[in-house]
């Protein structure tokens, strides 16, 4: 699998694709784009039916082996890849440390592991436990093991350390993965840690993306990933992720994982990042909400998004859009997803989650678009001023409550 | 063992006045078993048939796409909760359930009484109807009544929809109540019918009672079977009665209901009752069994259930069931099941999708094998699979033998 940019200036924001695919050699993804986001292996409440009903491409699926981390001694004796075994074989597979639709809880940390916080509690995983895994696993891409456990508000002791960590462990996954037969065709991302530290991001990324084996770079370390991410201003963290995109080299692809608002998203594109993840939409569907910005001019009476708890969709018999193409819109009514959430039947988030999936995939292709078009500004600024008005809302919401 | 008798066919078609047209295609020469098609204003049913449990409007989280490719015909769906939400006049502004909830094949509806004895602890019964208090405020005191029921049947529309009868506990020893509670169902039998407002699309359908009495049975489905209806529901059963009383009263109702009608038997689906009952004349079933017990890890198969939940499963890398071609036995190992059940939804739609396809898949069994002339034997290898030692329980071997099969 190779990372190929279109165009070959060192422009931002950038067009890329994956190519070359070994299990789908005529496949090829592109980027700006976002992987779908799993739980235990399982996009949350999509079946492998249904998402064979509703897609019709072949997607990578971000495996967070914190939740995955059960299945390894079951691997070990399967005969087939982590993809096979969660049921989406025609899916693409791509590895990551931590799940980011939780929070990774900060701390207990130990000499040359961190804290896996699994569903039968804390695991304890140095970089050689967590290639075995890899190995077991035999993703189509996977990261390096990383030390992310830096924020904002982290301190220098904290990064400097992560840095250590992240670094050594890259030493460990790269040699472990030379040797390695079944992952010679996987690709690899390593992470880069480093906190909000521009000295010790740059030492990081010194160690981690020399080597030619290394095809993408993780920047890890801006959050604790989880919901809160949602509410992180763009401004906390531009300052660092502009002077890590110019620190790196150019050909590799970046990564950037968290529920991040589409807001945020579309900054970090401009910025010069690939690839985000769906961890966004479970967040959104958990909430039982629906996305529904628009992409294209829009007028003030536009929601970004609309809660379908809310009374007022009792006897609204319309899609959640209109003109949507997804299944739950060309299907079936707001009345009717109302419904199922008010009486928790699992149809009402699987119905969301497909609706919010469809639509964030959507505001993807809507944004290679714009970078072809050079308008990327222009869907940042129609996209923010209906995400800033139902900050808005809410906050006016909260305060008459 | 049996030659098959085929029925002159006189296939009636449903007209606008008839939204029921019930056609017996084929009887077996050795039980009481039957096979027919049942044609009903969305959709033909063939039968005997199971009919899944969508309480709310929807067969545990499943697409109707899924619904549609499991060959689902028919399904159920529980008056009392639609009653309460969305509500009548939510499904009224719909068009009905089947335009809410998107589901193009038939529906039917139970009357909403047995939920609300069930479900709330103070229900009281006189002869306007059943009183009971409501959930959301805890002074006031509803009624429901055979108009009421009746009322919300017809804004759900559905294709079946059943009077509201007396309930009484199945194991309840005071005859003289449960003589009351017959003549009171027919009474009130006969409210439903008064108040139907949709009889040229929706049946109502009458529920024999009488608990375990015969002679009360008896009774109640004579005064049944003067109405005019086009099927008949047996009620007052798989109420925690024994097995022995259970198949007795079956027996004895599918035998006093005519022979050119549905009959349905209520609140019924574990398999081994459905392979009896259908030896005993019974054409229709229900049961929230396969979907329920689906959240709980547990897999239905021909030689009984898997609970995916068990550590023997954590390397088990075959299907379910080897033999079924659901779309879950077609991706999924027991082994992935086993590392989800219970933790992910994913794995509730997974088992859903199982154990439905697994009913759907015993009843085709059964109707093909009546339509083979090969029922008996059926029921004879099918028995003998789940009781390879033959200690088969002895309520089974005599409701067979009641219909001339001996398990071997
Ligand atoms: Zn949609
Ligand atoms: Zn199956």
Same mark, same amino acid.
């Given at each position: 699998?190779?990372?190929?940019?279109?165009?070959?200036?060192?422009?931002?924001?950038?067009?890329?694709?994956?190519?070359?695919?070994?299990?789908?050699?005529?496949?090829?993804?592109?980027?700006?784009?976002?992987?779908?986001?799993?739980?235990?292996?399982?996009?949350?409440?999509?079946?492998?039916?249904?998402?064979?009903?509703?897609?019709?491409?072949?997607?990578?699926?971000?495996?967070?082996?914190v939740s995955?981390?059960?299945y390894q001694?079951?691997?070990e004796?399967?005969?087939?890849?982590?993809s096979?075994?969660?049921?989406?074989?025609?899916?693409?597979?791509c590895?990551?440390?931590?799940?980011?639709?939780?929070?990774?809880?900060?701390?207990?940390?130990?000499?040359?592991?961190i804290p896996?916080?699994?569903?039968?509690g804390?695991?304890?995983?140095?970089?050689?436990?967590?290639?075995?895994?890899?190995?077991?696993?035999?993703?189509?891409?996977?990261?390096?093991?990383?030390d992310?456990?830096?924020?904002?508000?982290?301190?220098?002791?904290?990064?400097?350390?992560?840095v250590?960590?992240t670094?050594?462990?890259?030493?460990?996954?790269?040699d472990?993965?030379?040797?390695s037969?079944?992952?010679?065709?996987?690709?690899?991302?390593?992470a880069?840690?480093?906190?909000?530290?521009t000295?010790?991001?740059?030492?990081?990324?010194?160690?981690v993306?020399?080597?030619?084996?290394?095809?993408?770079v993780?920047?890890?370390?801006?959050?604790?990933?989880?919901p809160?991410?949602?509410?992180?201003?763009?401004?906390?963290?531009?300052?660092?992720?502009?002077?890590?995109?110019?620190?790196?080299?150019?050909d590799k692809?970046?990564?950037?994982?968290?529920?991040?608002?589409?807001v945020?998203?579309?900054?970090?594109?401009?910025?010069?990042?690939?690839?985000?993840?769906?961890?966004?939409?479970?967040?959104?569907?958990?909430?039982?909400?629906?996305?529904?910005f628009?992409?294209?001019n829009?007028?003030?009476?536009?929601?970004?998004?609309?809660?379908?708890?809310?009374?007022q969709f009792?006897?609204?018999?319309?899609?959640?859009?209109?003109?949507?193409?997804?299944?739950?819109?060309?299907?079936?009514?707001?009345?009717?997803?109302?419904?199922?959430?008010?009486?928790?039947?699992?149809l009402?988030?699987?119905?969301l989650?497909?609706?919010?999936?469809?639509?964030?995939?959507?505001?993807?292709?809507?944004?290679?678009?714009?970078?072809?078009?050079?308008?990327l500004?222009?869907?940042?600024?129609?996209?923010?001023?209906q995400?800033?008005?139902?900050?808005?809302?809410?906050?006016?919401?909260?305060?008459?409550? | 063992?049996s030659?098959?008798?085929k029925?002159?066919?006189?296939t009636?078609?449903?007209?606008?006045?008839?939204?029921l047209?019930?056609?017996?295609?084929a009887e077996?020469?050795?039980?009481?078993?039957r096979?027919?098609?049942?044609?009903l204003?969305?959709?033909?049913?063939?039968?005997?048939?199971?009919m899944?449990?969508?309480?709310q409007g929807?067969?545990?989280?499943?697409?109707p796409d899924?619904?549609?490719s499991?060959?689902?015909?028919?399904?159920?769906?529980?008056?009392y909760?639609l009653?309460?939400?969305?509500?009548?006049?939510?499904?009224?502004k719909?068009?009905?359930?089947?335009?809410?909830m998107?589901?193009?094949?038939?529906?039917?509806?139970?009357?909403?009484?047995?939920?609300?004895?069930?479900?709330?602890?103070?229900?009281e019964?006189?002869?306007?109807?059943?009183?009971?208090?409501?959930?959301?405020?805890?002074?006031?005191?509803?009624?429901?009544?055979?108009?009421?029921?009746?009322?919300?049947?017809?804004?759900?529309?559905?294709?079946?929809?059943? *009077? +509201?009868?007396?309930?009484? /506990?199945?194991?309840?020893? $005071?005859?003289?109540? =449960?003589e009351?509670?017959?003549?009171?169902? @027919?009474?009130?039998?006969d409210?439903?019918?008064?108040?139907?407002?949709?009889?040229?699309?929706?049946?109502?359908?009458p529920?024999?009672?009488?608990?375990?009495?015969p002679?009360?049975?008896?009774?109640?489905?004579?005064?049944?079977?003067?109405?005019?209806?086009?099927?008949?529901a047996?009620?007052?059963?798989s109420?925690?009665e024994?097995?022995?009383?259970?198949?007795?009263?079956?027996?004895?109702?599918?035998?006093?209901?005519?022979?050119?009608?549905?009959?349905?038997?209520?609140?019924?689906?574990?398999?081994?009752?459905?392979?009896?009952?259908?030896?005993?004349?019974?054409?229709?079933?229900?049961?929230?069994?396969?979907?329920r017990?689906?959240?709980f890890?547990?897999?239905?198969?021909?030689?009984? *259930? +898997?609970?995916?939940?068990? /550590?023997?499963?954590?390397? $088990?890398?075959?299907? =379910?069931?080897?033999?079924?071609?659901?779309? @879950?036995?077609?991706?999924?190992?027991?082994?992935?099941l086993?590392?989800?059940?219970?933790?992910?939804?994913?794995?509730?739609?997974?088992?859903?999708?199982?154990?439905?396809?697994?009913?759907?898949?015993?009843?085709?069994?059964?109707?093909?094998?009546?339509?083979?002339?090969?029922?008996?034997?059926?029921?004879?290898?099918?028995f003998?699979?789940?009781?390879?030692?033959?200690?088969?329980?002895?309520?089974?071997?005599?409701?067979?033998?009641?219909?001339?099969?001996?398990?071997?």
């Amino acid at each position: 699998m190779k990372f190929i940019l279109e165009g070959l200036t060192k422009c931002v924001p950038r067009i890329g694709a994956l190519k070359e695919i070994e299990a789908h050699p005529g496949l090829s993804i592109e980027t700006p784009m976002a992987m779908l986001y799993t739980r235990g292996g399982s996009i949350p409440h999509i079946t492998h039916e249904v998402f064979k009903i509703i897609s019709k491409e072949p997607q990578i699926i971000q495996i967070p082996m914190v939740s995955t981390y059960h299945y390894q001694e079951v691997m070990e004796e399967y005969d087939g890849n982590i993809s096979e075994f969660v049921g989406l074989k025609d899916c693409l597979t791509c590895v990551s440390v931590q799940d980011p639709g939780d929070l990774t809880q900060p701390g207990h940390h130990a000499k040359d592991h961190i804290p896996l916080w699994t569903r039968s509690g804390k695991v304890l995983l140095n970089a050689e436990q967590y290639m075995n895994t890899v190995e077991a696993f035999k993703p189509d891409m996977y990261y390096f093991l990383s030390d992310g456990d830096t924020n904002a508000k982290s301190a220098t002791k904290r990064i400097s350390k992560s840095v250590e960590n992240t670094v050594n462990f890259f030493k460990i996954c790269l040699d472990r993965h030379r040797k390695s037969e079944v992952l010679k065709n996987s690709f690899v991302l390593s992470a880069i840690a480093g906190g909000y530290c521009t000295k010790a991001r740059k030492k990081c990324i010194n160690e981690v993306t020399k080597d030619d084996i290394v095809k993408g770079v993780l920047i890890d370390g801006l959050h604790n990933n989880g919901p809160e991410v949602e509410f992180i201003a763009f401004e906390e963290p531009k300052s660092i992720v502009e002077f890590i995109v110019n620190y790196l080299p150019e050909d590799k692809m970046r990564v950037v994982q968290g529920c991040w608002n589409p807001v945020v998203i579309l900054k970090l594109v401009r910025m010069g990042i690939d690839v985000f993840d769906t961890s966004y939409c479970n967040l959104v569907t958990e909430r039982s909400s629906a996305l529904t910005f628009n992409f294209d001019n829009v007028s003030e009476t536009q929601q970004y998004e609309i809660n379908l708890r809310q009374n007022q969709f009792a006897d609204d018999f319309k899609p959640i859009i209109e003109n949507c193409a997804c299944l739950a819109c060309r299907k079936h009514t707001k009345a009717y997803i109302h419904h199922l959430v008010t009486v928790q039947e699992l149809l009402g988030p699987l119905l969301l989650k497909i609706h919010n999936n469809y639509h964030f995939m959507k505001f993807f292709e809507k944004i290679r678009e714009a970078i072809r078009n050079d308008t990327l500004k222009d869907l940042e600024d129609v996209v923010e001023r209906q995400f800033m008005a139902h900050q808005r809302m809410l906050l006016n919401t909260k305060a008459t409550n | 063992m049996s030659a098959l008798k085929k029925l002159v066919n006189t296939t009636k078609m449903v007209t606008e006045k008839c939204p029921l047209v019930f056609n017996v295609l084929a009887e077996c020469e050795t039980t009481k078993a039957r096979v027919g098609k049942m044609c009903l204003p969305h959709s033909d049913v063939d039968t005997p048939v199971f009919m899944p449990v969508g309480t709310q409007g929807t067969l545990k989280g499943l697409l109707p796409d899924q619904i549609d490719s499991l060959g689902l015909q028919i399904m159920l769906s529980n008056t009392y909760h639609l009653g309460t939400r969305p509500g009548p006049e939510i499904l009224e502004k719909a068009g009905g359930l089947h335009n809410f909830m998107n589901w193009h094949g038939s529906l039917l509806t139970d009357s909403g009484g047995f939920q609300m004895v069930s479900l709330l602890k103070l229900a009281e019964i006189n002869e306007e109807g059943v009183k009971f208090q409501s959930l959301n405020d805890q002074k006031s005191e509803v009624m429901l009544t055979p108009e009421h029921s009746i009322h919300i049947q017809n804004a759900i529309g559905a294709d079946i929809i059943m *009077q +509201l009868d007396d309930v009484i /506990k199945t194991t309840s020893p $005071d005859k003289d109540r =449960i003589e009351v509670s017959v003549h009171r169902t @027919t009474r009130w039998l006969d409210r439903c019918i008064k108040a139907h407002k949709n009889p040229n699309t929706q049946n109502i359908f009458p529920i024999v009672q009488g608990t375990l009495y015969p002679d009360l049975r008896e009774l109640s489905a004579k005064d049944h079977v003067r109405r005019d209806v086009r099927g008949f529901a047996i009620g007052g059963l798989s109420g925690g009665e024994s097995k022995d009383d259970f198949w007795k009263m079956v027996h004895l109702s599918t035998g006093l209901l005519p022979k050119d009608k549905p009959r349905y038997l209520m609140g019924v689906g574990f398999a081994m009752d459905l392979v009896v009952c259908s030896a005993l004349g019974v054409d229709m079933f229900d049961c929230v069994f396969p979907t329920r017990t689906a959240r709980f890890g547990c897999a239905l198969t021909m030689t009984g *259930q +898997l609970n995916l939940r068990q /550590k023997n499963y954590k390397k $088990d890398f075959r299907p =379910i069931d080897e033999n079924c071609t659901c779309s @879950t036995c077609k991706t999924y190992t027991r082994a992935y099941l086993h590392g989800i059940v219970t933790v992910q939804t994913v794995a509730c739609h997974l088992l859903s999708v199982h154990n439905v396809a697994f009913q759907m898949r015993l009843m085709k069994t059964i109707r093909d094998s009546i339509t083979n002339g090969t029922f008996p034997e059926f029921v004879q290898k099918y028995f003998l699979n789940l009781f390879p030692e033959k200690d088969y329980p002895k309520w089974i071997v005599d409701a067979l033998n009641a219909v001339n099969i001996k398990l071997l």
